[in-house]
């Protein structure tokens, strides 16, 4: 028992590498921040193209929901993989592109944003649908009535209104966003998990591995409280609106 | 015989398997009221919906203003095409929910699509929107969001939203029959303002009174077809048919 002790909760080990798991946490929080940004919009994007009417877009909404349902299926790590394995031999993309170094990042971490991105965005996806699906479809068609066109009735009516019904189920999907930052570690990103395992091999010791755990625990504690806040609240306006309608 | 309005010519839809219209043809005069009535599942409010294709009929000819709007109809609601252009500037529409934009005030649900769809500056939709919601008697409500306005009030700002547009024709979808009792006059009088200053309008209700004293011409429906019609004095007080007889006995012994 006390061997388990020293070995996951060696105070002296989280200590001496404090500085190196903080900044490899700062890695992962980046690597969020940037993917969280472009995983909300390319999700809005693909459940927009998933909503679009008629028969003659039929190929489009087909393509969109194959998409989702795949990079919903497979598994993360794997994406990573084959994409930091694959991106650079593509031989008709330029340089930059396939071994990319911008703003100063190595290319590990904008494989792994990449990736995150692809699959993310089918959540996300998903979790917009919920709730452009929740705004009463007499909505749509009060637009459209009024001359508005699909996209307009989007824009200005349908989506505003959907966006407020889901940030609880969107903050639980930036929440595993949020911690499956730590898989781009295969890839060697020097982000928390892969510092912890370089100073676990280096001191046979694995407290740094609980230290990191702490981290993602302080920041993802609060994220969960809100969400619980947000629920109530949505409740609390569920019940009141229903009691409008009866009043 | 006045200027043609609005002429519909054997229009029929189906949902699935279920014929709803069956062949169903009506013309409207310029500045005409029509109020159709019949019981639920003739096909009333379905056949408003065609006029404004946000249900395009299979077969048949809706002319509006001499054009035909379902030459070479499309997949519908959601293609835009100067059909979808043509009849939604010219036709407006008011549901039996109201469909307010519920993340709106009164003010921005009638400015909204006079800015997107006419291009008009903010100022002038505003100005147009408050002598609108002025009309209908909600100029001090300008700012209060749909929730917290009366069924009545919602309806009457759903009015406004829709004659902002300018149309030269209004559909009325039973506006009436999601209100409480007590607030069905204040549409109905905004409705039968509107009739006096000259618009086109078809009407489907269940307000038998409206119809006697507003309606230039009653249309009795049932299973998908016209019934009767006729003048609402005969149509209401002298049916001719045994359908309307049983409908209207069921409706006025209420």
Known sequence: MSQFFTQYFNFDVMREHFGEVLVGFLQNLLVFAVAALLALTWGLVLALLRQLPGKKLMPIRFVTIAYIDFFRAVPILIIILMISGGVPFLSFLPQEVRIPHWFGRPDPFWYGVAALVIVYGAFTAEVYRAGIEAVPKGQMEAARSLGMSHFQAMRHVVV???????????????????????????????ESVLVSR??????LNSSSLTLTAIFFVIIILPLARVVDKLIARQQLKITRGSHIEVA | MAESMLSLKGIQKRFGDLAVLKGVDIDIAKGEVICILGPSGSGKSTLLRCVNLLAPPEEGEIFVEGHDICKGPGSGAGEQSWQLDYVRQRVGIVFQQFNLFSHKTALENVTLAQEKVLGRSKAEARAKATELLE???LGDQLGQYPETLSGGQQQRVAIARALAMEPHVMLFDEVTSALDPELVKEVLDTMRELAEEGMTMMVVTHEIGFAREVADRVIFMDGGVIVEEGPPAEVLENPKEERTKQFLGLVLDR
């Open chain 1, 198 to 203: 370089e100073v676990l091999s280096e001191r």
């Open chain 2, 135 to 137: 009309r209908v008697g």
């Open chain 1, 160 to 190: 505003p209104q959907g966006v407020t019904k889901i940030p609880a189920p969107m903050l639980n999907e930036l929440i595993s966003l949020l911690k499956d930052t730590t898989l781009i570690s295969v890839i060697a990103l020097s």
